[in-house]
């Protein structure tokens, strides 16, 4: 079956960086367009960032761009997430998901498989 396994979370200060991976398996890794989501306390999920199957594509939310980097690496299965210059508004659980059609990838109801999550938590 499919699995999406995010890892690299954690407790960060205000500034630093993170980086997020997402390992990917019983899918044609590069049929899918890959996406990462979050999710603050009380708020709803939003979309981050997303990058195409072949990893020509990328997209970001207006709040992260210049901040994330989205990429993926085709041989091992895994798409990764550069969090730089981190503010306390990106704390949240951060979740990997794959899309087969990618042709709305903010849009959450278009992901067929999701992982479940890594903690991040960003600190003034």
């Known amino acids: 079956q499919v699995q999406l396994v995010e890892s690299g979370g954690g407790l960060v200060q205000a500034g630093g960086s993170l980086r997020l991976s997402c390992a990917a398996s019983g899918l044609t890794f590069s049929k899918y367009t890959m996406g990462w989501f979050r999710q603050a306390p009380g708020k709803e999920r939003e979309f981050v960032a997303a990058?195409?199957?072949?990893?020509?594509?990328?997209n970001y939310a207006d709040s992260v761009k210049g901040r994330f980097t989205i990429s993926r690496d085709a041989a091992r299965n895994t798409v990764y997430l550069q969090m730089n210059s981190l503010k306390p508004g990106d704390t949240a659980v951060y979740s990997c998901a794959a899309d087969r059609y990618g042709l709305r990838y903010a849009q959450i109801s278009e992901y067929d498989y999701w992982g479940q999550g890594t903690q991040v938590t960003v600190s003034s």
């Open positions: 990058v195409s199957g072949t990893g020509g594509s990328t």
